[in-house]
């Protein structure tokens, strides 16, 4: 269901709908005083890039930032000085342009801390400047700190005083993997200046040990009050999931009920198939059968308590790219662009396939993206043949790495941190500049109906109008991932699954049994692609364990030299796109 902020922003946009959807861009949510300070823009020139933002042209990622600022100076050594925040509502991307002509060059930065730090040329043009209210930190990186950054290779490489990250590509190589692991040893326990900034001036009281724990009273409300799924029956199940639980054993789970996990608070799991969803659910019109390979299926599922964490999302070294799927053809394809939003690479941002490591010990669930680009477009139906074959749209911290299309199922979250699950329109497009993570992948598997009650989406009988896809064989019916929205007692529930052999009418019945209020399909066809883990602590211990959703996910993790495990997303590059979850 939509937050009570949501519902008042779009009241507030109603005001100006008169005026044409640039006017409620121009009109956007409040944002903070201070760190959009040095970034005023005058309301024609965002009027004219977001204009421009719906154009089909070629240009670069950075010219296609509808809301991006820039500043222009130049260095004490004579360094000619661009520096451009691709949206100064989120307040965390950056690029630096430093030099001119050949000698010109290109950082990506990323704001250790947006909600804290405002970051700019300062004053005089003449130095990278970053403000908080525990003070300001002067630094010229241009001077050889960049350089040596970039050749640390380290995919976030901390400069001045660590206020900010220098993004560098990831790579999955040993050596890489070594070298981000001793950064990670010395680095990430932290105990200096940035952590202490961070505790004492955003989370005060809040922040790590303190959320780690909850009393067994909270997690059994919280199970109760999720209730059961919709079932015929509740036989207990022996399944693949290996999590260790409050009071029970996963070897013994009881399909369709929720358990809390050990050290996780905030976090449940439960496991069920689709044959035993109940006939009342079946007779809910907008499903296919199931047949009986599929009504044996196991499906696993993790649930979040949302307002315990987080929600971010992060896109991995290679996919999703953001040229051409070869699905369009003929009127949704335009062979004069390199990618359906006018660029075929994400240069000069660096994508780094892994969560910043000043966030470890913060994360607590971690599950895979969506679609590559190639199969995240359509090859038939009219969405085929519009809006340029409705590639899947992204967007992480502030910044549109693919443009959000309407009609496609979407994850997001707002500069608030309130997430929320919906089918995409454009008279959303003034929530934009204060989107700072967003997914789309295909049609939705559950949506509301007339009376707000979670049903089959329009499309879930049709497999090219929700281009479902198949596996590798052309089966329909594979191993397929899911995310789900539910609210329970005001607690807004995020619920992931994994399904290990269904069609879309399987998922949507499955959603339905567990009283989902909108649901979404991410990836399919292997555990690797399905990935998704629990990061369990003991209380007051910095160290985690990992508990996968499948203990097969397993082999998805590196190791380290000793022979612990390295984990996915966390510890290491990865090529694909994944959501993380940090405790609040």
């Excluded at 994850?411 to 997914?439: C, K, N």
């Excluded at 209020?517 to 209380?539: F, G, K, Q």
Aim: with cysteine; hydrophobic share 40%; glycine share 8%.
């Amino acid at each position: 269901m939509p937050k009570d902020g949501l519902m008042a922003a779009r009241s507030a946009a109603f005001v100006v709908a008169a005026l044409g959807p640039v006017a409620a861009i121009l009109s956007p949510l409040p944002a903070r005083a201070d760190t959009m300070a040095p970034w005023y823009t005058p309301a024609t020139t965002r009027a004219a890039q977001f204009a421009d933002f719906r154009e089909d042209h070629r240009r670069t990622v950075v010219e296609f930032q509808p809301f991006r600022a820039e500043l222009l100076g130049t260095g004490s050594d004579g360094t000619a000085l661009r520096l451009t925040s691709l949206n100064p509502y989120v307040n965390a991307w950056f690029v630096l342009e430093t030099g001119e002509g050949r000698s010109a060059r290109s950082w990506h930065l990323e704001n250790a801390a947006p909600e804290l730090f405002t970051v700019s040329l300062g004053e005089d043009g003449r130095t990278l400047t970053i403000e908080s209210e525990a003070g300001t930190t002067v630094c010229t990186p241009w001077e050889g700190e960049l350089e040596a950054a970039r050749q640390s290779n380290l995919p976030y490489a901390p400069i001045c005083d660590q206020r900010l990250f220098l993004r560098n590509r990831g790579s999955g190589s040993r050596t890489t993997r070594e070298a981000v692991t001793d950064f990670l040893r010395s680095y990430v326990p932290f105990g200096e200046s940035l952590i202490n900034v961070i505790k004492d001036t955003l989370y005060e009281d809040a922040y790590l040990t303190s959320a780690q724990t909850m009393d067994e009273a909270e997690a059994g409300s919280v199970v109760a009050a999720l209730g059961q799924a919709d079932l015929r029956s509740h036989p207990v199940m022996r399944s693949n999931l290996r999590v260790d639980l409050v009071g029970a054993e996963a070897t013994q789970m009881e399909a369709g009920s929720w358990y809390a996990v050990q050290n996780a608070p905030g976090i449940y799991a439960s496991v069920v198939q689709p044959g035993m969803v109940s006939q009342a659910v079946l007779n809910v019109p907008g499903a296919n059968g199931l047949d009986g390979v599929e009504n044996r299926s196991d499906v696993h599922m993790f649930a979040f308590d949302l307002s315990r964490f987080d929600l971010r999302y992060e896109i991995g070294t290679d996919h999703p790219q953001v040229d051409w799927s070869p699905r369009p053809s003929g009127a949704g394809r335009d062979y004069s662009l390199p990618g359906p939003d006018g660029f075929g690479t994400l240069d000069p941002l660096q994508m780094t396939g892994m969560l910043n490591p000043i966030f470890i010990d913060r994360v607590a669930g971690i599950f895979a993206g969506g679609f590559k680009r190639d199969h995240g477009a359509w090859r038939l139906t009219d969405f085929a043949y519009t809006n340029h074959g409705h590639h899947y749209g992204f967007v992480v911290n502030g910044v549109v790495l693919s443009r959000l299309q309407p009609g496609l199922a979407t994850v997001y979250v707002l500069q608030d941190g309130s997430v929320h699950m919906e089918t995409w329109s454009e008279d959303m497009d003034f929530l934009l500049p204060h989107i700072r993570f967003a997914r789309q992948n295909g049609t939705p598997v559950i949506e509301p109906n007339a009376e707000g009650v979670g049903v089959p989406g329009t499309q879930v009988r049709s497999w090219m109008g929700g281009n479902w896809s198949g596996s590798a064989e052309a089966q329909l019916r594979t191993l397929r991932s899911g995310l789900c929205e539910r609210e329970v007692d005001g607690r807004q529930i995020l619920i992931y699954a994994v399904f290990m052999s269904v069609t879309p009418s399987g998922m949507a019945r499955t959603f339905q049994a567990y009283h989902c209020d909108y649901a979404m399909l991410l990836d399919m066809n292997s555990l690797d692609l399905t990935y998704s883990a629990v990061y369990a602590r003991e209380p007051g211990s910095p160290t985690f364990t990992i508990e996968h959703l499948d203990r097969r996910m397993a082999e998805s993790d590196s190791r380290h030299r000793d022979g612990t495990p390295m984990g996915r997303f966390i510890e290491f590059s990865d090529n694909r796109d994944f959501f993380y979850l940090l405790r609040r």
